[in-house]
């Protein structure tokens, strides 16, 4: 026979309330003289959530394929907190024969219309339970910030100890500092190494960002404010570490959207495509005295080593050429086209896509020695060129290359008008064909000009 146990929140993380449950049911399987062949336990699992339970569903394969003639429960509600799954598991049980369910409260046959009857209704009553439960929660929560009182559950908030009220003397004074700093002008990110410095860490031990240190100085419960639902609700019972009018300086300094910097417009080529070579790390936009510059950079959101940088203006040139370069390479159309296919599909489209490309060729070619007029060739150029284009992407999303198809073999018109195109164009254009670079040290300190040797691209297949 199997016995069950469940409960759907262990906070301790102890499994006290199932192995209250086993000990029980143990008992009352030694009582019967039944033999115990499994122990079925899902710690910390709701049974009314609709989350998949997986002890419970190994008890129902055992039950079917006829491993367990009888269970034992502590209560019916640790079982079952939903109708319909009561109803799934009479089905198992009666396909299986199985009619022993026995509770702590009294045998339960399933079998029998009365004991059916029971069981359903008290499967209802634990549903209705469950269900009025989260308002009762909710009601109770905001019974308790009514009054002031700290929220208890989670991690504990930072300059607080763990009853939410009492003072961590070196957290709290780090918040002082901090709040100091930058209503004196100081910037975020400056104060945010300085944290990381401190020694002081944050509650969970990961390490200071600007974000956290922001979330931290302008949470309202540091000037004593209890918050609810992301609300403010009036004074809480502990005592403040910022004065209220700390507080709002520093939310109208680090939260109002007006005071935003970041909103310029993008100005670099190859923002988010540059790895650096020293440490693997993403390089990002740094200008210096007017100059703009891609850095690997390190700093309290930075994770990069510090160590390479390059002037942007040279290098853009230069990724830029080598793309346009690509795109009437060979290899190109190779890729687009493919030399070996083994989908007969994607090898039908790549020959036609081959013969419409020799088709106008070859109308350019008896253009040229006169063989036909200006008319008759666009002409034919206008019943060709439609198919072609439409085989081209059909064969390139095929492939897996449809961001590509759009530019390929347009590498000489691009050029001719790329200082033209707006800068998000291209962007499209440089990334339908590099999947990003890597920026290598310098070789030479000091070394006038750019080394193109400092760049290895990394093609899209």
């Not at 499967?123 to 019974?143: D, G, I, Q, W």
């Not at 008008?417 to 000091?446: C, E, F, H, N």
Request: hydrophobic share 40%.
């Amino acid at each position: 026979m199997a016995l069950y146990a469940r409960i759907s929140q262990d906070r301790s993380g102890d499994e006290a309330g199932v192995t209250r449950q086993l000990k029980d049911c143990r008992a009352e399987a030694e009582r019967r003289g039944w033999t115990v062949a499994e122990e079925y336990v899902d710690d910390d699992v709701s049974a009314y959530s609709g989350k998949r339970r997986p002890a419970y569903e190994r008890m129902l394969r055992d039950i079917t394929e006829g491993r367990r003639d009888a269970v034992v429960v502590w209560h019916m509600d640790r079982l079952h907190r939903r109708p319909i799954e009561l109803e799934q598991f009479v089905a198992v049980c009666d396909k299986a024969g199985v009619r022993d369910l026995v509770t702590l409260s009294g045998e339960v046959d399933l079998t029998n219309g009365d004991g059916l009857l029971l069981a359903r209704f008290m499967s209802a009553v634990a549903a209705h339970e469950s269900s009025t439960k989260p308002r009762r929660l909710k009601r109770k929560a905001l019974e308790i910030a009514e009054t002031g009182r700290p929220t208890m559950g989670g991690r504990r908030p930072f300059g607080f100890a763990e009853d939410r009220i009492t003072h961590e003397s070196s957290e709290a004074a780090a918040v002082r500092e901090v709040a100091a700093r930058l209503l004196a002008g100081e910037s975020l990110t400056s104060v945010t190494t300085w944290m990381q410095e401190s020694g002081v860490p944050t509650v969970s031990g990961a390490p200071w960002r600007t974000h956290s240190v922001r979330q931290v100085v302008t949470n309202p419960r540091m000037w004593g404010m209890r918050v609810h639902q992301d609300q403010v609700i009036g004074e809480g019972t502990w005592e403040p570490i910022l004065t209220p009018e700390q507080g709002e300086r520093l939310q109208r300094l680090l939260l109002d959207p007006a005071r935003r910097t970041n909103r310029t417009a993008r100005r670099y080529l190859l923002s988010g495509m540059l790895t650096c070579g020293k440490c693997g790390a993403r390089m990002v936009s740094a200008p210096r005295e007017g100059v703009r510059r891609y850095a690997c950079r390190t700093g309290p959101d930075q994770r990069g080593c510090g160590g390479i940088y390059v002037v942007a203006d040279p290098l853009e040139r230069l990724v830029a050429e080598a793309v346009l370069q690509r795109l009437d390479s060979p290899q190109m159309h190779d890729a687009l086209t493919g030399n070996e296919h083994d989908d007969a599909e994607v090898a039908a489209l790549a020959a036609k896509v081959q013969d419409d490309e020799r088709r106008l060729l070859d109308l350019a070619d008896m253009f040229a020695s006169g063989e036909i007029e200006r008319v008759g060739m666009k002409r034919a150029r206008e019943q060709i060129t439609p198919r072609l284009e439409a085989n081209r992407r059909a064969l390139a999303a095929a492939n897996g290359r449809d961001q590509v198809v759009e530019y390929a073999g347009r590498g000489a018109e691009l050029r001719e008008a790329w200082d033209g195109l707006d800068l998000s164009r291209q962007v499209a254009v440089v990334k339908a064909v590099l999947a990003g670079a890597t920026v290598l040290p310098a070789t030479q300190r000091g070394r006038r000009g750019f080394d193109p040797g400092r760049v290895v691209p990394d093609w899209r297949a």
